[in-house]
């Protein structure tokens, strides 16, 4: 059995007092989710991590970056570090997201050595990938996915992939309300479980956790996560409200 996994990727949103807003009736609501079944994850900005994480004290929830350079320090404005969110506690990443990777232009290659050097400190990595519109409409979303999860885990081996979760993301999904349907996901979930078998071993794909983001809703969540090979939700805009986020863990367990 996989545990479930549900975060919230908060994108560029909230400042740290408002982080806090958020904290303290959510770690109320989440006291009673039983943490054997479902991982809980944050992912606030950079500057609001250590209130989420001090809020986070003592409940199990995890806290995670939305990235990181791949560096430990440098001539690299405006860019955190491995060991900058280290000191903070952290040791949890998101890479690769779409937004990352359309309007930050990070590449296959970058975000490869991203993903190494979080493993290389000990760090969980949510790892994304995602079609566009166009890639799906013009049938290259499998080849897309191929090579998004390929280039990303080259230097991985076996031994280390354990830390790894990979965040299924289509583009055309993520803030536009068009949720792929349970089965498109559940589909493309097969698929990349198929790509863990072929790209490492059967015991692998049957560990590795896909969890699926684009749309996620308190409304929506139950039907994506009855899915066998959804084991949990990357959340954007529904991880903003406490009572939505927590709605949308609680659709775990019900
Ligand atoms: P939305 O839930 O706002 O579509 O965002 C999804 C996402 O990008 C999570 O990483």
Redesign the pocket.
């Known amino acids: 059995m996989r545990k479930k996994f549900i975060g919230g990727?908060w994108?560029m949103n909230k400042t740290p007092e408002q982080a806090k807003e958020f904290m303290i009736p959510f770690v109320e609501k989440i006291k009673a989710i039983d943490r054997d079944i479902v991982d809980i994850a944050l992912f606030p900005p950079c500057l609001a991590l250590n209130v989420v994480k001090n809020y986070s004290e003592g409940n199990g929830l995890i806290v995670g970056s939305q990235n990181m350079h791949y560096k430990d320090n440098g001539a690299f404005t405006g860019e955190i570090s491995p060991v900058m969110l280290e000191s903070l506690g952290i040791d949890w990443v998101?890479l690769g997201?779409?937004?990352r990777r359309h309007i930050f232009k990070e590449s296959n290659e970058l975000i490869s050595l991203k993903i190494k050097s979080a493993l290389d400190h000990n760090f969980h990595v949510v790892l994304?990938v995602g079609e566009t519109e166009e890639q799906r409409l013009t049938s290259r979303h499998y080849d897309v996915i191929k090579e998004q999860l390929e280039s990303g885990l080259a230097d991985i081996t076996a031994d280390r992939i354990s830390n790894v979760i990979v965040?299924y993301?289509p583009v055309w999904?993520?803030?536009?309300g068009k949720t792929a349907t349970p089965e498109d996901a559940e589909e493309m979930h097969r698929y990349i479980r198929r790509l863990f078998k072929g790209m490492y071993n059967k015991d692998i794909a049957g560990r590795i956790r896909i969890i699926y983001?684009?749309?996620?809703k308190p409304k929506n969540a139950e039907s994506l996560l009855l899915k066998e090979d959804i084991d949990g939700a990357?959340?954007?805009?529904?991880?903003l409200n406490p009572q939505s986020f927590f709605e949308i863990v609680n659709s775990v367990i019900d």
Do not use: D, Q, R
């Not at 999904?173 to 536009?176: E, H, M, P, R, S």
């Not at 990357?234 to 991880?239: H, I, K, N, Y």
């Open positions: 990727n994108k998101i997201h779409s937004e994304c965040a993301e999904a993520i803030g536009t983001g684009g749309s996620v990357l959340v954007g805009g529904a991880s």
